[in-house]
C-alpha cells in the first residue's frame, strides 16, 4: 500500500523558515514524478510544486517561485520542500502527492494527510 | 493564472445523474487535454477520481466519467450514491509547467 507521511508543519513568523518532509513508502519513490499541493484553511486546492523522478527536473507556482526549493532524496525514499521568506498567505495544509509516472504530469494520486504550516506573528 | 470556475454545489438524489462544470480558458482547460478532477471528503485528503480528460484511476468506479468541450470540462457522476457526497474539484495544466484548480463544488445527495 502507497504511504506518504508528511511533517515538519508548524507555527512560523512571517520571514522565517520551515522544511515540510514526506516520507514514501510501498511504492518504487524513484519511479515516480511527486508534487505539493497545498489547502488554506475552509479554501481550495492550490498546485505549489512538482519534481521529476530523478529530481533532475522542478517546477513552481507563480506563487512561490523563489522562496520555496523542492528536492528529493531517492535513498531515503523522501521529499522535500524548502520554504523561505513565508508569508501570512502561505498559511495551508501542504499535501505530498505522487505522480502516476516518471515524468511530470499535472495529476496527483494518492496523497497525504497533509501538515498544517501556519504563518503568523 | 486565475482559479477555474466551478459552480458552488451541485445536488442529486440517490441513483440519479449529477453534472459539474468547469470553465477555464483556451489557455487552460481549452488548451490541452490535462484536466483532471479529485474527491475530497471532510477533513480528509482529495483523492484522483478522473485524469487526463477521461481516464480512470485504478478502482474508480466506473460511475464516473470526464468529458470535455472547448473550455468546460465535466465531471458526471451517475448512480448516485451517499458515500458520493463530497466536495469535487477540477484542475488544469495551464502551460509553463503551472497547474490550476477550480474553487470546488460541493455535491449533496439529497
Known amino acids: 500500500e502507497v504511504q506518504l507521511l508528511e511533517s515538519g508543519g508548524g507555527l512560523v513568523q512571517p520571514g522565517g523558515s520551515l522544511r515540510l518532509s514526506c516520507a514514501a513508502s510501498?511504492?518504487?519513490?524513484?519511479?515516480?514524478?511527486m508534487s505539493w499541493v497545498r489547502q488554506a484553511p475552509g479554501k481550495g486546492l492550490e498546485w505549489v510544486s512538482g519534481i521529476s523522478n530523478t529530481g533532475d527536473s522542478t517546477y513552481y507556482a507563480d506563487s512561490v517561485k523563489g522562496r520555496f526549493t523542492i528536492s528529493r532524496d531517492n535513498s531515503k525514499n523522501t521529499l522535500y520542500v524548502q520554504m523561505d521568506s513565508l508569508r501570512a498567505e502561505d498559511t495551508a495544509v501542504y499535501y505530498c502527492?505522487?505522480?502516476?509516472?516518471?515524468?511530470?504530469?499535472?495529476?496527483?494520486?494518492?496523497w497525504g494527510q497533509g501538515t498544517l504550516v501556519t504563518v503568523s506573528s | 493564472q486565475s482559479a477555474l470556475t466551478q459552480p458552488p454545489s451541485a445536488s442529486g438524489s440517490p441513483g440519479q445523474s449529477v453534472t459539474i462544470s468547469c470553465t477555464g480558458t483556451?489557455?487552460?482547460?481549452?488548451?490541452?487535454?490535462?484536466v483532471s478532477w479529485y474527491q475530497q471528503h471532510p477533513g480528509k485528503a482529495p483523492k484522483l477520481m478522473i485524469y487526463e480528460v477521461i481516464k480512470r484511476p485504478s478502482g474508480v468506479p466506473d460511475r464516473f466519467s470526464g468529458s470535455k468541450s472547448g473550455n468546460t470540462a465535466s465531471l458526471t457522476v451517475s448512480g448516485l450514491q451517499a458515500e458520493d457526497e463530497a466536495d469535487y474539484y477540477c484542475s488544469s495544466y495551464a502551460g509553463n509547467n503551472n497547474v490550476v484548480f477550480g474553487g470546488g463544488t460541493k455535491l449533496t445527495v439529497l
Open positions: 510501498g511504492f518504487s519513490f524513484s519511479g515516480y514524478a
Open positions: 502527492a505522487k505522480g502516476l509516472t516518471s515524468g511530470w504530469y499535472p495529476w496527483f494520486d494518492p
Open positions: 483556451s489557455s487552460d482547460v481549452g488548451g490541452y487535454n490535462y
